[in-house]
């Protein structure tokens, strides 16, 4: 498995795996604790894993945690998502910034987000899942959903947006957003 930073986002890396693909379709390992180790990560901090399937055109964020936040490994793990994460850690050195990726099940690559990014993702097939490995408990009454189409996130979601959930329909602004972590 090979690591790549991603540079736009300051912490945030890329996890590629090598599949083994014959005439049956394919075999690959999408966590590999000691990898994580040598990446700076704590394998044994990852406690919960979720997997969400989407529509086409369906988009799931912007979404952040108010408190600690939360790191994440994000992986298609069927289909094929344009994916999104905005660096809200003031701290940081990237502050502000996006990065856009588009991750497809038949490559398994993981993005790990840090803490205090916002992320969120578009279905680009019908249909696209998502597997997510996180490092906190869930707790909704740290959830901040931040509205997908604000101008101040500058994305350009690939697809027109065909259905949003409710929390997604009443997010608040980026600004709002940004004053609520503080």
């Not at 399937?53 to 939360?70: F, L």
């Not at 350009?156 to 409710?166: A, D, F, G, M």
Request: charged letters at 25%; glycine letters at 6%; proline letters at 5%.
């Amino acid at each position: 498995m090979e690591v790549a930073r991603v540079d736009e986002i300051d912490g945030a890396m890329l996890f590629r795996p090598r599949p083994h693909v014959d005439e049956r379709g394919f075999f690959t390992r999408t966590f590999d604790a000691d990898v994580a180790l040598a990446a700076g990560l704590e394998p044994e901090a990852f406690v919960q894993d979720s997997v969400s399937r989407s529509k086409r055109g369906v988009v799931r964020g912007m979404h952040i945690r108010r408190g600690e936040g939360e790191a994440k490994l994000v992986r298609c793990s069927f289909g094929a998502i344009f994916d999104v994460v905005v660096d809200l850690r003031r701290a940081s050195p990237t502050y502000r910034n996006r990065v856009t990726l588009v991750l497809k099940g038949d490559e398994q690559v993981s993005l790990y987000v840090p803490a205090g990014c916002a992320h969120g993702f578009q279905a680009l097939t019908e249909p696209a899942d998502v597997s997510y490995r996180i490092d906190r408990p869930h707790d909704p009454a740290e959830d901040i959903a931040i509205a997908c189409n604000d101008a101040a996130l500058g994305i350009t979601w690939p697809l027109p947006v065909t259905l949003l959930s409710e929390r997604d329909l009443l997010a608040v602004s980026l600004a709002e957003a940004v004053a609520a972590l503080d």
